[in-house]
């Protein structure tokens, strides 16, 4: 499963275990898929400005070791910052400004492949685990799942976005479809968000 699709998994269970308001389930679906979009952003900016090589090709190239494999393949892009880290970091900020700090939750995500579920004290605490399995899987150094703290960043500018607005914007005069959209007011305010459409 995709770092993604793992935090959005959480936020699911979150919100069939809390049942809350459908503001409060827009907010976190809302700042998770802002922050983790922009998380993206800031980290492929970061991979093709500093070009770190990954471990395969250093220890290959560099230690001698030509026929070394890690043990799960080895992304197509520089390896420095990883994506497991700059985007967890941001998705686990992002939750925890909707839900709250010490927010306790155990994720069930991989209950169907007959793994155990895991509980944590808080999202500050289950972010750096989805970015340690890079290293232990040998296709990320340990100081390039660190930019955790830029993943961060993105996620403390979503505090700043809000569900500001609700705006019925008809598709045409022909047609009887409204189209709902939320009005971001974050780092980019006046980006109209498609949240769902209602047929009338």
């Known amino acids: ?90 998705a686990g900020y992002a939750l925890e400004s909707v839900f ?13 492949l007959g793994m155990s579920p895991r509980t944590f004290g808080s999202f500050d605490v289950f972010a750096p685990n989805t970015a340690l399995r890079k290293p232990y899987s040998s296709c990320c150094m340990v100081t390039g799942i660190s930019p955790g703290k830029n993943g961060k960043y993105c996620g403390e500018s979503s505090k700043t976005v809000g569900l500001t607005a609700l705006i019925r914007i008809p598709f045409s005069s022909s047609m009887a479809h409204n189209c709902t959209f939320v009005l971001s007011a974050g780092r980019r305010p006046g980006v109209l968000l498609p949240v769902k459409a209602i047929v009338h």
């Open 100 to 112: 709250g700090p010490n927010y306790s939750f155990t994720d069930h995500t991989y209950d169907v």
């Open 1 to 90: 499963m995709s770092v993604f699709g793992h935090w959005f998994s959480i936020l699911k269970q979150v919100l069939a275990k809390d049942n809350p308001a459908l503001m409060k389930a827009a907010d976190a679906y809302l700042r998770l898929g802002i922050t983790t979009n922009e998380a993206v952003i800031s980290c492929w900016k970061t991979k093709y400005t500093h070009h770190q090589i990954r471990p395969v090709t250093y220890i290959r190239k560099h230690m001698g070791y030509a026929d070394w494999n890690p043990l799960i393949s080895t992304p197509p892009h520089p390896e420095y910052s990883a994506a497991h880290g700059t985007i967890s970091g941001s």
